[in-house]
């Protein structure tokens, strides 16, 4: 089945500076990719969703990029503050009609210091 | 007012014994799921529901059952509990097909002693 890997587990960076997620996966054939958001002790809140090689700025701080060459999917946001801080998670979605099943990533916890 | 309720928040359950969890949704949603985290593994796919069928199951252990008495709800039934099966047990819902994002509830924490 798909396996998806998260990279870095813990990453901090100064509050203005810029923080790389990135995913990669193994089923050439996934389709629909997902970012969600955790914070401490929460439910995880849908960021956005891709599915074409393009790089997309949903106008909240984040870009998005997918590269399905080398089934590669990063977020990046270009100038972290304190309340970015939290947990993100992507998630990969096959292109079954039917099968809603998310694989996710191990997840990344984002420490960003004012 | 919350669109998918998730209860009980906390649970504290003694090994052997069976909990039921609880999970409803009013976003109109035809798909339901049930998901878990906990601190040795990432989220994990557990259960897919549609129109009340099982669509798809990715747990091996029949200690788990869902159980969908509406369309709109998703109970999960968890019998002879262990200690390992602590975790936050999150419940989703979406339209169907794999396009449509996946909305969460506040999740079940879930403690065995």
């Known amino acids: 089945g798909e396996q998806v890997e998260q990279r870095p587990p813990h990453l901090s960076v100064r509050e203005g500076d810029s923080a790389v997620i990135t995913c990669t996966y193994t089923d050439p054939n996934s389709y629909y990719f997902f970012w969600y958001k955790q914070e401490p002790g929460a439910s995880l809140q849908l960021l956005m969703k891709?599915?074409?090689?393009?790089e997309i700025n949903e106008g909240q701080g984040f870009t998005v990029l997918l590269n399905k060459k080398d089934k590669r999917l990063s977020l990046n946001l270009t100038a972290a503050h304190p309340g970015d801080s939290a947990a993100y998670f992507c998630?990969?979605?096959?292109?079954?009609?039917?099968?809603?099943?998310?694989?996710f990533g191990q997840g990344t916890v984002l420490s960003v210091i004012p | 007012d919350p669109k998918i309720i998730q209860k009980p928040k906390y649970l504290v359950a003694v090994t052997g014994s069976e909990k039921i969890l609880i999970c409803e949704q009013y976003?109109?949603?035809?798909?339901m799921y049930w998901y878990r985290q906990s601190a040795k593994k990432p989220l994990e796919f557990m259960f897919s529901y549609s129109y009340q069928k099982l669509m798809d199951n990715q747990t091996a252990s029949s200690r788990f059952q869902p159980q969908s008495s509406k369309k709109n709800h998703l109970d999960l039934q968890i019998t002879a509990l262990k200690p390992d099966d602590s975790a936050t047990y999150f419940c989703?819902?979406?339209?169907?097909?794999?396009?449509?994002?996946?909305?969460f509830g506040p999740g079940t924490r879930l403690t065995v002693l």
């Open positions: 976003l109109g949603h035809n798909a």
């Open positions: 891709v599915f074409s090689s393009t």
């Open positions: 998630a990969v979605s096959p292109t079954t009609g039917g099968n809603n099943k998310l694989t």
């Open positions: 989703a819902s979406s339209h169907l097909g794999s396009s449509y994002e996946q909305y």
